[in-house]
């Protein structure tokens, strides 16, 4: 659900964006869309907390979540409406290493006696 939201997004003909005042407001919105990815393929690898998560599940959702993003920068790019950036490609992984720690984090505060 969450990759197809993010596909549809990623893909639509916006137009032109109201200007902001938040720096970078759009590298914001991509790294909160790809932690919402990699958090999600956590959520369902953990069984929601009871087990602590493996390395590789952690790689998968890291791997998961920056390939998707690499295709829709791709993807973009061929579009006349958008336009792929590594700099947003940046963004994503960014925002896909945030969910990692926490993740991490969270697990390891609700099952500290498993190493």
Same mark, same amino acid.
């Given at each position: ?26 590298? @914001? ?15 369902n ?16 959702? !890291?791997?998961f979540?920056?390939?998707?993003g @690499?295709?829709? +920068?791709?993807?973009?790019? !061929? ?17 896909a290493?945030i ?15 498993? +190493?």
């Amino acid at each position: 659900m969450v990759c197809t939201l993010v596909l549809i997004l990623s893909v639509i003909n916006i137009g032109v964006l109201p200007k902001t005042d938040v720096p970078s407001a759009d590298k @914001i919105v991509h790294a909160i869309m790809y932690f919402s990815i990699a958090g999600m393929l956590m959520l369902n690898q953990t069984s929601y907390f009871r087990n602590k998560i493996t390395k590789a599940q952690l790689y998968f959702a !890291f791997l998961f979540s920056v390939s998707f993003g @690499i295709l829709m +920068e791709i993807i973009q790019f !061929f579009l006349p409406w958008r336009s792929g950036s590594i700099y947003d490609l940046i963004a994503n992984a960014l925002g896909a290493v945030i969910a990692i720690i926490i993740m991490l984090t969270i697990t390891h505060y609700y099952n500290p006696k498993h +190493e």
